[in-house]
T-cell receptor, first 116, second 113 residues
Framework: DTEVTQTPKHLVMGMTNKKSLKCEQH?????MYWYKQKAKKPPELMFV???????INESVPSRFSPECPNSSLLNLHLHALQPEDSALYLC???????????????FGPGTRLTVL | AQSVTQLDSQVPVFEEAPVELRCNYS??????LFWYVQYPNQGLQLLLK??????LVKSINGFEAEFNKSQTSFHLRKPSVHISDTAEYFC???????????FGKGTLLTVNP
């Protein structure tokens, strides 16, 4: 099973709202990722968690706050977003972060976020 | 640093025709190569990957790609496409101590009847 699930599928929020995106995997993977994808563009890496610890923050604004409560779950908390943050947010996981035979990342279906 | 170049942003073909989506990469270390497919309004699905061993890798739905180290290429081919193959295809590279997947800009494959 190589499934990564994400909820919700769609989210519309105002600039003053607080919302959260959720990602879950049950493959025993210890690395989890958040990507942002704008239309007609490749995904852009935002955060990487390795063994439930934040390993990489690609200079993401603080209005995006990741959280990894356990090895299967990854959240992205959203607060005071801007309209330009509207995008598809993708979660991915891999066995570990980096290394032969473990670099394969499996992606979820994404959350389509619209900020009004 | 690694980079990926997908030479064609759009490839229109007719159903049952062969197709090749081109991907070239640049890296100073040994690489792992991937093709991901994204159907309209969906996430990315892993289509196939090269990690080591045989340079020709195949997917379950008829696509194949060949790792060519001398030409630093990983082109994706299918001998006969279906309308359902219409999607965006991303080539990606990772390797060494680099945790990152570096994506190409994507190729939109449109299969027409």
């Amino acid at each position: 099973d190589t499934e990564v699930t994400q909820t919700p599928k769609h989210l519309v929020m105002g600039m003053t709202n607080k919302k959260s995106l959720k990602c879950e995997q049950h493959m025993g993977h210890r690395a989890m990722y958040w990507y942002k994808q704008k239309a007609k563009k490749p995904p852009e890496l935002m955060f990487v968690y390795s063994y439930e610890k934040l390993s990489i923050n690609e200079s993401v604004p603080s209005r995006f706050s990741p959280e990894c409560p356990n090895s299967s779950l990854l959240n992205l908390h959203l607060h005071a977003l801007q309209p330009e943050d509207s995008a598809l947010y993708l979660c991915a996981s891999s066995q570990v972060m980096g290394g032969e035979n473990t670099d394969t990342q499996y992606f979820g279906p994404g959350t389509r976020l619209t900020v009004l | 640093a690694q980079s990926v170049t997908q030479l064609d942003s759009q490839v229109p073909v007719f159903e049952e025709a062969p197709v090749e989506l081109r991907c070239n990469y640049s890296s100073s270390v040994s690489v792992y190569l991937f093709w991901y497919v994204q159907y309209p309004n969906q996430g990315l699905q892993l289509l196939l990957k090269y990690l080591s061993g045989s340079t020709l890798v195949k997917s379950i739905n008829g696509f194949e790609a060949e790792f060519n180290k001398s030409q630093t290429s990983f082109h994706l081919r299918k001998p006969s496409v279906h309308i359902s193959d219409t999607a965006e295809y991303f080539c990606a590279v990772s390797g060494g101590s680099n945790y990152k997947l570096t994506f190409g800009k994507g190729t939109l494959l449109t299969v027409n009847p």
